[in-house]
């Protein structure tokens, strides 16, 4: 068996022509959704992202404004910062790109976002929500990933998922999200025992742990899906995911790549959340 590629790109593009279709209308109305990205310092990574997260915006009708502070800002500057954004009209999200700098509490600034502009998902009030199963927002990630899924028609109801990592921008809210659909969830981590034995009986895996290639083929069952969330550089220097792809083709029945899975999906998750902000304010007449 091997394992069909599961295209991120395609699926993001069909859900970025809705997007730009809905964002026209609005704008149309009077309100074209706006999006604010905050970046802080110069990490490589964060740049590709944040210039993704525009150039997205820009290509499918969403104003954005970019916020670059140097990497030496004061969390009250910052703070600040965010609260002027609160209050501006024109957006409908903010996002504070992570990682931030060490001197500055993140979680003080992610909880300084308004709640009805965190399309992140990030605030405690959309993790309380979502963990009740009634989310304002969901985290762009792991809802990329569930549009994944629902793309390719994997069964989730009943269906034994696992999810390596269990950070608060991934795992954790993968794993609300999947329980949501009626999935048996496993969250594994660094203290788990045994990680075999729970990846060997999963119908799903989904791997957010940032350790390159670490899921390999005999590492599954026949015919399982697998989800790579990961983004790291190989010995090479060459991105790769958490999952060993030449490994895993031979076994799953079904895979996501690095680059071109998960990622584009991430981005346009966030497009999806910020058009959604703004049509809870200004319904657009025909969304
Ligand atoms: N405020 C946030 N910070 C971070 C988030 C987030 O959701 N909100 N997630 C990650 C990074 N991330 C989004 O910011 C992200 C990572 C990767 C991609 C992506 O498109 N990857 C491409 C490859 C890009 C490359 O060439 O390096 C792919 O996988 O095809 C998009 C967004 C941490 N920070
Ligand atoms: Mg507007």
Redesign the pocket.
Known sequence: MTAQTIDGKAVAQQLRADVARRAALLAAAGHQPGLAVVLVGDDP?SQ??VR?KVKACEENGLFSLLDRLPADVTEDALLARIAELNTDARIDGI????PLPAHIDSHKVLEAIAPDKDV?GFHVANAGALMTGKPLFR???PYGVMKLLEAYRVPLAGAEAVVIGRSN?VGKPMALLLLEAGATVTICHSKTRDLIAHTQRADIVVAAVGRAKMLKGEMLKPGAVVIDVG?NRDENGK?CGDVDFDSVVNVASAATP???????M??TMLLVNTLEAAERKRPSPQA
Do not use: E, F, K, R
Request: hydrophobic fraction near 45%; include cysteine; charged fraction near 5%.
């Open positions: 990574a590709v992202y993704n996002l504070v790109q992570l992140d985290p762009c990630t921008i983004i991105l690095v680059p071109g899975g998960v990622g584009p991430t981005i």
